[in-house]
């Protein structure tokens, strides 16, 4: 229970981060990135179940930070990008990092994405070794140390 705690409270602090400030992040190359990052949390197992696509989709529309964006633009973006890891996860992860990385030069929308793959990845509970591995690749995608992030 210790564990859970630790990242409800790791969570929820980097989540009001990203609120304070949410204005920031407007473009469409965090956009993407983010949409890039819920994919691959999804998927982080190699294959995404409808329910976890659900799940995942009901996370995005909750999210604060993400509400500067069109809701339907979201899903749609998130749907390919799920849809490039269900046909074939490798060449697909590939092309979800490369997304992933075009937010790299700006430290700000790099450091949130993320933080937005962490909350979405911990939002059941259960930040599993998978959706760590995963938010590590993201991380040196984007030239950061996942230690920063306890990964």
Not at 19 to 43: E, T
Not at 118 to 131: H, K, L, M, P, V
Request: proline letters at 2%; glycine letters at 6%; one cysteine or more.
């Amino acid at each position: 229970m210790a564990l859970w705690n630790q990242l409800r409270n790791q969570t929820q602090a980097m989540q009001q981060t990203l609120v304070a400030r949410k204005n920031d992040f407007k473009s469409g190359g965090f956009r993407d990135a983010s949409m890039a990052m819920c994919a691959l949390i999804a998927a982080a197992d190699g294959s995404v179940a409808p329910e976890e696509r659900r799940k995942v989709a009901s996370l995005i529309s909750q999210n604060e930070v993400l509400q500067n964006f069109p809701a339907d633009q979201l899903q749609q973006i998130f749907n390919d990008d799920v849809d490039k890891l269900t046909k074939d996860f490798d060449f697909g992860k590939v092309s979800i990092l490369q997304e992933i990385a075009k937010v790299k030069k700006k430290d700000t929308e790099a450091r949130a994405v993320i933080q937005i793959g962490i909350i979405i990845g911990g939002a059941d509970g259960n930040f599993d070794e998978n959706e760590k591995r995963v938010v590590r690749d993201a991380c040196y995608a984007v030239n950061l140390n996942p230690a920063e992030f306890d990964l």
